[in-house]
Nanobody
Framework: VQLQASGGGVVQAGESLRLSCVAS????????MGWFRQAPGKDREFVAA????????HYGDSAKGRFTISRDNDRSTVYLLMNRLEPDDTAVYYC??????????????????WGQGTQVTVSS
């Protein structure tokens, strides 16, 4: 499975962005998918995950209440809507997928497939 993320950019604090990630194969509908991020000098951080059906989601502490993950299996696409962005949200955001992960799987090494990353920069 190849993942192609897009939608990053430069925004001001308080604004919103929506990231998209398209999977290369329709079989990805049975994959748990999610997002991680990595800021300069920091470890990769779990942001959110969604089950293959879309019925279950899980968020990292920094995303709760501000970010929403969703998916459209007809388009093999997962989305991350980020509201009320803060400068601390500045990072490269990576789309991930794995056939065995649960939405509560937050360790990056548990995900087999990674996209190339999309940069999000939030200015104050």
């Amino acid at each position: 499975v190849q993942l192609q993320a897009s939608g990053g950019g430069v925004v001001q604090a308080g604004e919103s962005l929506r990231l998209s990630c398209v999977a290369s194969r329709r079989t990805s509908v049975r994959y748990c998918m999610g997002w991680f991020r990595q800021a300069p000098g920091k470890d990769r951080e779990f942001v959110a995950a969604i089950s293959w059906s879309g019925g279950s989601t899980h968020y990292g502490d920094s995303a709760k209440g501000r970010f929403t993950i969703s998916r459209d299996n007809d388009r093999s696409t997962v989305y991350l809507l980020m509201n009320r962005l803060e400068p601390d949200d500045t990072a490269v955001y990576y789309c991930v997928a794995d056939a065995w992960a649960l939405v509560t799987t937050t360790r990056p090494e548990s995900y087999d497939y990674w996209g190339q990353g999309t940069q999000v920069t939030v200015s104050s």
